[in-house]
């Protein structure tokens, strides 16, 4: 179903059962795939050179909140979710089920695996890297120009099962390793080995995740996350997490 206010290009390819929202744009080189719902005052595949003649191209079964807005040349697997005025630039390429939080901004050519949850209000750099089951809390920046103002782009990489706490910002350059955890109001500036916690401006070594113990009163190990915490995530996955708890070792 088209709300009659939205401008849809008859150049969109647009799957079965997608609904478009009021006053919503759906430009020229723009695939929407089946089931799609994008609400209204959307702009979908926002024209620029940058992204090389690429379609937008996004799986089915999104579900797209209102004021968001997508420029062309960007890739996103089946279940995308966001929430309200997000911005994703060009060369932009996401897996599956990918929920971006209201407010947060992708700079483009960017790389995101699959089930990645941003919270709301984080901001990704140009050049980032992101693993798969990668948690981004709220208010987190992804920076890349080591001496800005530059031409100078350095990504920051956030490997597999990682997550980065609220208000954490990663400098250019940066890896954030497997399975570690950035704490609230972190500035790291080096590379966060695996299993690890780091805390602090400049963030520092404080201790290995296994010795995080979960405030539930259980005290069993708060991490891998994967031992304890399944919601939002398919059965088929979670069967994977229960043969092998420490997942992605």
Known sequence: ?????????????????????????????????????????????????????????????????????????????????????????EHTTAGINFQLGTLSDIQGDCTIGDYVRFHSNVHIG???????????????????????????????????????????????????????LVAAHSMVARDVAPHTVVGGNPAKFLCDTSKIRLKDGSDEPAYPWTRHFRRGYPADVTEGWDQHPAAGI
Not at 19 to 28: E, L, Q
Not at 138 to 160: A, F, I
Request: proline share 8%.
């Open 1 to 89: 179903m088209i709300h009659p206010s939205a401008i849809v290009s008859p150049k969109a390819r647009l799957g079965a059962g997608v609904s478009i929202g009021p006053f919503t744009v759906v430009h020229d080189n723009v695939e929407l795939g089946d089931n799609c719902q994008v609400d209204g005052f959307c702009e979908l595949g926002y024209p620029t050179p940058l992204a090389d003649g690429k379609p937008l191209v996004i799986g089915a079964n999104a579900k797209i909140r209102s004021h968001s807005v997508f420029y062309e040349g960007c890739t996103f697997g089946e279940r995308l979710m966001t929430g309200h005025r997000v911005t994703v630039r």
């Open 126 to 180: 140009k050049m980032s890297t992101i693993g798969s089951f990668v948690w981004i809390f709220p208010y987190v920046v992804l920076t890349n120009d080591p001496h800005p103002p530059s031409n100078v782009l350095l990504g920051c990489t956030v490997e597999d099962y990682a997550a980065v706490a609220t208000m954490s910002v990663l400098l250019p350059g940066v890896t954030v390793g497997t399975h570690s």
